[in-house]
């Protein structure tokens, strides 16, 4: 991995001009660290650089080592060079963003493709993990306390922490180095799980309530109305991680949880799988993407049930291909 990012590095080191980093909208714990690890380099490196996101910094997240500094986008202005971390592609942005060069730093399978300097390994627990293989391989000297919190941040919360398949002997060895560097386990998990909110917990019930099981109990899925978010105080952001309690129940193999955004017309599918079925492929046949057990897309329908019946019949073909090893 480390040999695959020297092209960008060289690249980097040429760059006089300015730099937009950038995460997909709705950032989760991945995207933010990867690209605050890589500005607060950069900017260490004397770099004119910017970091940047459509969506607010949650809740969730708002721990992370000057998230403050995060721009809205679209900000109206040019960059010479834009780098877009997590991300299947720059439309991954969800704004609008005017930059000279694309790059694509990201461990998802697919995606879009600009050219030499990308530096895109599936085979990585994390994007983040390849964001510290390129701070590592350029200056290892620069990464501190703050830097290493970012990357912990991404690598940990990516890989449930350290509880998904995407955790290896690599996984632990890399957390392992960031923890020398001054990043703490126990206050990464406290920030990020264990400061829930009483309003949550309500929009929490109200989701729990839709549980439906599919398939002979194959499937599981929950449904988050808007106006649950309006009835509980609360936003999008709170939506991360409830797609787990479906897929925590026994017998489940795929489990989803379909979001209304009447502001996009969209239904936004979150998608986790457990041990065979590749959940991937399901969002890609929808126009998304992400890893073979955590995986989104978005549906456009035109009404609840619409969507609905276009996830299920996606994710019937998906587990029907699975049984005969396609």
């Known amino acids: 991995m ?17 730099l ?35 969506d607010r910094v949650p809740h969730f997240l708002d721990f992370i080592p ?3 500094e995060v721009v809205s ?29 694309r790059i694509r730093i990201d461990h998802h399978v697919g995606g879009e493709f600009y050219g030499m300097y990308d530096y895109i390994d ?15 391989c350029w200056d290892a000297s620069s990464i501190d306390e703050e830097i290493a919190t970012c990357i912990y941040a991404g690598l940990a919360t990516d890989t ?25 386990p126990h206050y990464v998990y406290r920030m990020f799980s264990e400061r829930e909110s009483v309003n949550k917990m309500k929009l929490i019930s109200k989701v729990l309530d839709t549980l439906t099981l599919y398939e002979d109990g194959l499937v599981a899925g929950i449904t988050i109305y808007d ?51 590749d959940v991937s492929k399901i969002a890609e046949r929808l126009g998304g993407g992400g890893h073979k057990y955590a995986s989104g897309c978005k549906i456009k329908a035109k009404s609840y049930e619409d969507a609905l019946e276009t996830l299920l019949k996606e994710i019937k073909k998906q587990i029907e291909l699975q049984k005969i090893g396609v």
């Open 2 to 18: 480390v040999s695959e990012s020297v092209p960008l590095i060289e690249l980097l080191k040429e760059t006089e001009g300015s």
């Open 20 to 54: 937009l980093i950038l995460t997909h909208e709705n950032p989760d714990g991945d995207a933010l660290g990867s690209a605050m690890a890589l500005y607060l380099f950069l900017r260490k490196k004397g770099k004119n650089v910017t970091i940047g996101c459509k």
């Open 66 to 68: 000057h998230c403050s």
């Open 73 to 101: 986008l679209p900000d109206g202005k040019f960059y010479d060079l834009g780098i877009i971390v997590d991300s299947a592609g720059f439309y991954r942005a969800g704004a609008d963003v005017k930059v000279g060069k």
């Open 122 to 136: 599936p085979r990585a627990p994390a994007t983040a993990s390849l964001v510290y293989e390129l701070i590592k």
């Open 160 to 184: 449930g922490f350290f509880r998904y398949s995407n955790t290896t002997e690599y996984t632990f060895e890399v957390a392992k180095e960031l923890v020398k560097y001054g990043a703490s």
């Open 227 to 277: 106006r649950f978010f309006k009835e509980t105080g609360t936003d999008y952001a709170d939506s991360e991680g409830l797609v787990n309690y479906p897929r925590s129940l026994e017998g489940v193999e795929v489990a989803f949880a379909l979001i209304e955004k009447p502001d996009e017309g969209v239904w936004k599918v979150s998608l986790r799988s457990k041990v065979e079925a």
